[in-house]
Nanobody, 119 residues
Framework: QVQVVESGGGLVQAGGSLRLSCTASIRIFSAYVMGWYRQAPGKQREMVATITNGDSTNYADSVKGRFTISRDNTKNTGYLQMNNLKPEDTAVHYC?????????????WGQGTQVTVSS
C-alpha cells in the first residue's frame, strides 16, 4: 500500500516562510509526477505546483515567484518552499504522486498539512 505523508505546515506571520515536505513509499519515485494542492475553507481544491519526472515545473499564477517546488529522488521526497506568505495562502496543503501529468485518477494523496498565515 502506497503511503504519502506531508509535513512542515504550521502558523506563520505574513511575509514569513515555510517548507513543506512530501514523502512517498513508492517504488521508483523518480518516475512519478508530484504535485502540491491546497483547499481553503469553502473553496475547491486547487493546484499550487507540479514537478514532472523530468523536473519540469508548473505553478499557479497566485504563487509564481514566491513558491518553489523541488524533489529529491534519493529520499523519495518532494518539497514546497513557500516564501513571502500571504493570508490568502491559508489552506490545507496536500501532496500527490501520480504516474502521469494528467493521470489524476491513479494519484496517491497524502492526508494534508495545515498552513495558516496571520496578517
Amino acid at each position: 500500500q502506497v503511503q504519502v505523508v506531508e509535513s512542515g505546515g504550521g502558523l506563520v506571520q505574513a511575509g514569513g516562510s515555510l517548507r513543506l515536505s512530501c514523502t512517498a513509499s513508492i517504488r521508483i519515485f523518480s518516475a512519478y509526477v508530484m504535485g502540491w494542492y491546497r483547499q481553503a475553507p469553502g473553496k475547491q481544491r486547487e493546484m499550487v505546483a507540479t514537478i514532472t519526472n523530468g523536473d519540469s515545473t508548473n505553478y499557479a499564477d497566485s504563487v509564481k515567484g514566491r513558491f518553489t517546488i523541488s524533489r529529491d529522488n534519493t529520499k523519495n521526497t518532494g518539497y514546497l518552499q513557500m516564501n513571502n506568505l500571504k493570508p490568502e495562502d491559508t489552506a490545507v496543503h496536500y501532496c500527490n504522486v501520480r504516474p502521469g501529468l494528467y493521470d489524476m485518477k491513479d494519484a496517491y494523496w497524502g492526508q494534508g498539512t495545515q498552513v495558516t498565515v496571520s496578517s
